[in-house]
T-cell receptor, first 114, second 107 residues
Framework: EAGVVQSPRYKIIEKKQPVAFWCNPI?????LYWYLQNLGQGPELLIR????????DSQLPKDRFSAERLKGVDSTLKIQPAELGDSAVYLC????????????FGQGTRLTVV | GQSLEQPSEVTAVEGAIVQINCTYQ??????LSWYQQHDGGAPTFLSY????GLEETGRFSSFLSRSDSYGYLLLQELQMKDSASYFC????????FGSGTRLLVRP
């Protein structure tokens, strides 16, 4: 069974440009998370979906970040415009249900904003 | 509010036993998960405690005390490949991570 798939793996963009990340969760997983991880830090939750509904987006900087999960499966995370401080690894994870006992992570997208 | 406390770094010798403690404060607590992350890799699930007590999975064990908002991860027979960052993550719908504990296993 395929795990959580993210693309692209790496992205380099100039500041003020837009960027989008894509995530395909494990089949049947209702819960999907987007995290941001800086070097030496733990993953920081950006947004959590239960099916197609964003149930927790309190940490998402909504002035420049947006996310969607169409049909409760794949999800995209967008930044527009990107800033230098957005350079980080963006991780997507999925789990079966709301208790989040075990989440499976994708390999992440390493974003560099220059 | 929510808070997590773990030691930032732990160093141990190959073959030894190490315990990584975690204290947490969170709302809507269901259980405590532990994740391992090697440099450049993604976090991978190690264990989950929903009830008080010890859960054993091979060389790794995890303990939870809900009344104390405390848990620990116990790694036995340490191997070089265990050098990684370890995160406790209380789950209550959302899965929150702290800064983690960086474990360095020396020969």
């Amino acid at each position: 069974e395929a795990g959580v798939v993210q693309s692209p793996r790496y992205k380099i963009i100039e500041k003020k440009q837009p960027v989008a990340f894509w995530c395909n969760p494990i089949s049947g997983h209702n819960t999907l998370y987007w995290y941001l991880q800086n070097l030496g830090q733990g993953p920081e939750l950006l947004i959590r979906y239960e099916n197609e509904e964003a149930v927790d987006d309190s940490q998402l900087p909504k002035d420049r970040f947006s996310a969607e999960r169409l049909k409760g499966v794949d999800s995209t995370l967008k930044i527009q415009p990107a800033e230098l401080g957005d350079s980080a690894v963006y991780l997507c994870a999925s789990s079966l249900g709301g208790t989040a006992a075990e989440a499976f992570f994708g390999q992440g997208t390493r974003l560099t904003v220059v | 509010g929510q808070s997590l406390e773990q030691p930032s770094e732990v160093t141990a010798v190959e073959g030894a036993i190490v315990q990584i403690n975690c204290t947490y404060q969170t709302s809507g607590f269901y259980g405590l998960s532990w994740y391992q992350q090697h440099d450049g890799g993604a976090p991978t699930f190690l264990s989950y405690n929903a009830l008080d007590g010890l859960e054993e999975t091979g060389r790794f064990s995890s303990f939870l005390s809900r009344s104390d908002s405390y848990g620990y991860l116990l790694l036995q027979e340490l191997q070089m490949k265990d050098s990684a960052s370890y995160f406790c993550a209380p789950s209550g719908g959302k899965l929150i991570f702290g800064s983690g504990t960086r474990l360095l296993v020396r020969p």
